[in-house]
């Protein structure tokens, strides 16, 4: 099964505490875990301050800044990962670097339901 | 046999068996609604079919082995009409090649319980959860141990249990690694359940004496499963509370606090238990919180008279416990333990001091603390007014009935 691990922190402090990772021991986890063949991807995010939310409303986009809302906490990164339940999946987004700073959201990927 | 006969043993079986039937078939099926439908069609079946051709040596497997039958029949016939029909099939498919043994049976009520308990599930859905599938109390019966409307207990139910399903939360026992914190969470369910049948926290009576037996025995069946030291000091802790059971009420329902209580009235089997579980748990690795405070029940336990109480030895063990765990609580506890060695004084000094960092501000038994000092040390202004703040606080009618007696005996 699939599950999406997002990884929340408040940005500005992810980089800047005692016990913040540096760039090497995030890389050093991704590759871990895609040494174990449970990655499918996992990518960190730049600043909330670039992000851009879009919806389509009666056929019209609106465009505005930031992200959908503001929190806190912001995402900074995610994980795209194969468990076999979410004990193990809790397994890998515990042991994320960052959850040391932050916090991860684990959310199970949804199938789509498609009648032929 | 004869049809009432059969009836009555069908109805035994129920009764000892069906929670583990059922943790069976939430494994086999990995479907709790499943299951349940399973389990009843089986003990319907068992009826008519044990009549006819005797009770079967080995009834429990016999009512596994009939639920699995009924499932893919279930599973075959929702098949037939919903879109999702080849995964069904599948399903069903690999029901009825899939092998089982009754060895695992009593691994399978551990899986339930740890799965009910599953921290990734609502806080406030875990112990009704527990209460409905590893006790097999109904909803309405939870709902009213804990003041609910039953539609809240069985919304928070069917939440749980689609969360179980959509999320996969694995129907397991947790490995070695995850085992101390999954484990807590278990102790904490069982806790809160036995809690509230100890101290209701609201309503007319002081206790709900089926609570605490449904906490006692599920912390008996964690224990037989699973002999970890905190899990013996759960139990142990439970016991040792439930044996004062008798003493702590008046017959017109009033509260009897410990100093007052008649201690001829102890229940001397469920002390003598909780001590030698207690002792054996201490001599384990890894005693924990609740090892502490079982101990400290133990304290009280082995005084024949409420003077002769060893507080030093009380105040000691608050003091190991509260390194463990620094809780707001626990420094009250230890105050009034300080109180009872050093004098009131002692304690109230410590009290005022945890209430004027800010902690405790609301909790009832605070303020009644330090009311009681108060008292002890003729300051009547004092003690009406941390009386009547407790008051406030206080849902519960025997206990708000202690408090304005004791406001009472002030004038």
């Not at chain 2, 498919?93 to 799965?115: P, Y």
């Not at chain 2, 899990?231 to 016991?239: K, Q, R």
């Not at chain 2, 329902?253 to 030698?276: F, H, K, N, P, V």
Request: glycine share 6%; hydrophobic share 45%.
């Amino acid at each position: 099964m699939k599950y999406l691990c997002l990884v929340y922190s408040n940005e500005k402090q992810l980089h800047s505490l005692p016990e913040s990772p540096r760039d090497e021991e995030c890389m050093a986890y991704a590759e871990s875990i895609q040494g174990s063949g449970r990655m499918l991807a996992a990518e960190a995010l730049e600043s909330v301050q670039t992000a851009t939310t879009v919806r389509m409303r009666n056929g019209k986009m609106s465009i505005t800044d930031g992200p959908f809302a503001e929190t806190k906490e912001q995402l900074a990164g995610f994980y795209l990962i194969d468990a076999k339940d979410l004990n193990e999946a809790l397994q890998v987004a515990g042991h994320i670097p960052a959850a040391r700073v932050g916090c991860v959201e684990v959310r199970p990927v949804r199938q789509l339901n498609l009648e032929r | 046999m004869s049809g009432v006969s059969v009836q009555a043993r069908v109805e035994q079986v129920y009764r000892q068996d069906s929670r583990r039937i059922l943790a069976t078939l939430i494994r086999l099926l990995g479907d709790f609604d499943l299951a349940e439908e399973a389990l009843h069609e089986a003990f319907f079946v068992a009826v008519e079919r044990w009549q006819r051709d005797g009770v079967p040596d080995n009834p429990r497997t016999w009512l596994v082995s009939t639920g699995r039958f009924k499932a893919i029949d279930v599973l075959r016939r929702r098949a037939r009409f919903a879109a999702s029909r080849p995964l069904l099939i599948a399903q069903a498919e690999a029901l009825e090649h899939s092998d089982w043994s009754d060895d695992d049976v009593e691994d399978d009520r551990l899986r339930l319980i740890f799965t009910c308990c599953h921290p990734a599930l609502a806080a406030d859905a875990q112990v009704p959860l527990t209460l409905r599938e590893v006790c097999d109390l109904t909803t309405e019966e939870i709902a009213r141990a804990f003041l609910c409307a039953p539609a809240t207990i069985a919304q928070r139910i069917v939440r749980a249990k689609a969360k179980i399903r959509d999320a996969k939360i694995p129907y397991q026992v947790p490995t070695f690694a995850e085992l101390p914190e999954r484990l807590d969470s278990v102790l904490r369910v069982i806790y809160l359940v036995f809690n509230e049948g100890y101290s209701a926290s609201m309503g007319a009576e002081l206790t709900r004496e089926e609570l605490t037996r449904e906490a006692i025995r599920l912390g008996r069946l964690l224990m037989e499963l699973l002999p970890e030291p905190e899990v013996l000091g759960l139990l142990a802790l439970m016991l040792l509370h439930e044996s004062r059971r008798k003493a702590r009420t008046s017959s017109s329902g009033e509260l009897i606090l410990l100093d007052e209580q008649d201690r001829s009235l102890w229940d001397a089997t469920m002390i003598a238990e909780g001590c030698a579980l207690i002792e054996r748990a201490l001599g384990l690795d890894g005693f924990g919180p609740y090892c502490l405070q079982a101990a400290i029940s133990a304290v009280h336990a082995e005084a024949s008279t409420a003077a002769q109480t060893d507080w030093a030895q009380i105040v000691g063990l608050y003091d190991v416990l509260l390194a463990g765990v620094p809780s707001p609580v626990i420094e009250l506890n230890r105050a009034v333990a300080i109180s009872r060695r050093d004098g009131p004084l002692a304690g109230l000094t410590l009290i005022e001091a945890i209430l004027a960092r800010g902690d405790l501000q609301d909790y009832h038994l605070a303020h009644s603390a330090r009311a009681e000092f108060c008292r002890q040390l003729g300051r009547v202004t004092d003690a009406r007014a941390a009386y009547e703040r407790a008051l406030a606080l206080t849902r519960q009618a025997p206990e708000r009935r202690f408090i304005e007696g004791r406001i009472k005996g002030l004038e």
